[in-house]
């Protein structure tokens, strides 16, 4: 167990003798430092139950609070409130003990399996700003789960199987009319050269999509299609496949370039290879109902007062939906994974679709009633308009566009002073990363929030750049020092070192609210307090040159902490750091 929650363990032990039973500890940092650094507000909550006044409750709880040597300066203010702070051994210990090993600090959860399914990227579709928060918060949530002691697999959910796709096969046919997949008499396709890149299928999505919208045939047309390779024509099966390859190999490559990674690359396809086996599991259970010339499931509860659409299996056109494909991936995830949690990192715009999808699952008892599902929302990005990000010309902005153009604003400020020639550009992307997901990490995940380029990039204020420099520096200081002694802490002189100190002792607690609420907010608030007050720290002493020896070395161990701690927490948060700045 953490070191806090020890603490808070015994003082529930300690009101305990004092004579009073409580069920949740009332003990919190205090915003009244001068008073004290905690507060503990049981004595007001025990009066309704012991009919007693709480100032002699209090009374009686400090009595035995003093007995403690790890409390000082306690007393009561007001009707009860009991003030306490630590003692400088206790906070010594604190640091030493999170100087061995930061688990100590850090509460393991019980053995949970979680399918984390975050990305969503669209195969033969450009990847732009609205996958990387997806991207970001379902990589942090990963790290974040392991690092607490669950078992997480992370799933890319490629979107490979609808519409868009018969789109860009029927562009590909008006440009290619005679190319070897349309034979239908070849009979093998595997052997076929495809004159296709990445780079031309990203431009051919967009005007596929603009006729379809305008020429009512093509769309027709690209709708068979759809039709075709989802049910393994051979020739528009093939090619469907190779359009997959292509785009799967560039898609891999952003991702890496924001060191996100994956356990599994399934696409919608994939899952939908269950669709067959799960049909006739509907229609043994009666689920399906024909509507307009469509197979839905009803989903509506009795008394529902907001519109609570049927769940789309197959639509009219005899295609099989979106919606059908999440259905399918729940019924392929229980077989294969038997997960105790499935986790959804997917728009906050796709609500009503999840909670469909899920009470659809639930109706059709395609898992057991104990497994959890949730769906992750998350709000936009938006630009300096507060509208959706978007290029100079109105389109979508491609992530890939939007990294560079961070990387180039971030390598402004780096100093060809420190860093070689050979190494700025990838020490440029590190930090542009960084810039990226601090800023997306700042707010609630379902609040919109403005991206601001040069803001973020920015080496002051509450930035991602502003974390690594610091941090970078703290390492250097190590590196400067490892010739020194850096065993122990023995004693703290000032209260910023002290401050520092109770900000670790809340680690697990910050843990705990990122993990509950799924979101980095208070990892990110956190980390910049931490660092803050650690900059504070270093600009009030000179570490290295301190006569004091026991001094000295108690600073060098607390910095030692406070980095280890951001090492920590940027790792979680998928932020790398550079070797240099
Ligand atoms: N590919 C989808 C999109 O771009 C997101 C997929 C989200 N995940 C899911 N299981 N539906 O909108």
Redesign the pocket.
């Known amino acids: 167990m953490s070191i806090i929650n020890n603490l808070q363990k015994d003082l529930i032990e300690i009101i305990k003798k004092a004579g009073y039973e409580v069920d949740t500890l009332a003990f919190t940092p205090s915003n009244r430092r001068d008073l004290g650094e905690y507060q503990l507000n049981d004595a007001m909550q025990l009066t309704k139950k012991y009919h007693e006044n709480p100032r002699i409750i209090a009374e009686k709880i400090v009595s035995e609070l003093e007995k403690d040597k790890r409390f000082i300066n306690i007393n009561i203010a007001g009707p009860g409130f009991i003030n306490i702070s630590l003692s400088e051994d206790y906070i010594n210990e604190i640091a030493n003990s999170m100087n061995s090993n930061l688990f100590t600090n850090i509460d393991k959860k019980d053995k949970k399996k979680i399918i984390i399914?975050?990305g969503?990227?669209?195969v033969a579709k450009t990847l732009h700003v609205?996958?990387l928060r997806?991207a970001n918060l379902g990589e942090a949530l990963k790290r974040l789960s392991r690092l607490l002691g669950y078992e997480v697999i992370g799933d890319a959910?490629?979107?490979d199987y609808g519409r868009p796709l018969g789109l860009v096969i029927r562009e590909i046919q008006e440009r290619y009319p005679n190319l070897a997949y349309f034979d239908q008499n070849r009979g093998h396709y595997d052997d076929i050269e495809l004159p296709i890149t990445n780079k031309d299928l990203e431009e051919i999505y967009p005007i596929a999509s603009n006729k379809s919208k305008e020429d009512e045939s093509y769309l027709e047309e690209a709708r068979i299609i759809t039709t075709k390779f989802q049910n393994h024509e051979p020739g528009y099966y093939d090619l469907w496949q190779k359009i997959i390859s292509i785009s799967k190999e560039d898609i891999k490559k952003t991702y890496e370039d924001l060191y996100v990674t994956y356990d599994i690359w399934n696409g919608?396809s994939d899952e939908m290879e269950y669709f067959d086996e799960l049909y006739d599991l509907l229609v043994k259970k009666n689920l399906l109902v024909e509507s307009e010339g469509a197979q839905v499931i009803e989903v509506a509860e009795e008394n529902e007062t907001s519109p609570m659409p049927p769940l789309m299996i197959i639509k009219s056109n005899g295609s099989k939906s979106?919606d059908a494909?999440?259905l399918v991936?729940i019924y392929e995830r229980e077989i294969n994974h038997h997960a105790d949690e499935m986790w959804?990192v997917?728009?906050g715009r796709?609500g009503l679709?999840?909670e469909q999808v899920f009470r659809a699952a639930r109706k059709s008892n395609i898992i057991p009633d104990k497994v959890y599902l949730e769906h992750v929302g998350f709000g936009t990005m938006n630009g300096k308009d507060g509208k959706p990000f978007k290029t100079r010309d109105g389109g979508v902005l491609p992530l890939k566009e939007l990294i560079k153009i961070v990387t180039d604003e971030t390598k402004k400020r780096l100093s060809t002073d420190t860093i070689e020639e050979d190494k700025i550009d990838q020490i440029a992307h590190e930090v542009a990363i960084g810039a990226i997901k601090y800023a997306d990490f700042l707010s609630y995940r379902e609040t919109d929030y403005i991206f601001e380029v040069e803001k973020f990039s920015d080496l002051e204020g509450k930035t991602g750049p502003y974390l690594l420099y610091s941090t970078i520096r703290m390492k250097s200081l190590l590196n400067k020092a490892k010739d020194l002694k850096q065993d122990k802490v023995t004693k703290l002189k000032g209260l910023t070192e002290k401050n520092i100190v109770l900000l670790l002792l809340e680690l697990p607690h910050i843990l705990e609210k990122a993990i509950t609420s799924k979101s980095m907010n208070d990892i990110a608030d956190y980390i910049y307090n931490l660092t803050a007050n650690y900059n504070k720290f270093y600009a009030e002493n000179k570490v290295l040159t301190e006569e004091d020896e026991e001094l000295r070395e108690s600073w060098l161990v607390l910095t030692n902490v406070v980095y280890q701690v951001n090492i920590m927490l940027l790792d979680i948060m998928g932020i790398k750091v550079p070797e240099k700045m």
């Open positions: 399914d975050f969503g990227a669209n609205g996958h997806s959910h490629l979107g919608e979106y494909t999440d991936t959804y997917v728009d796709q679709h999840f």
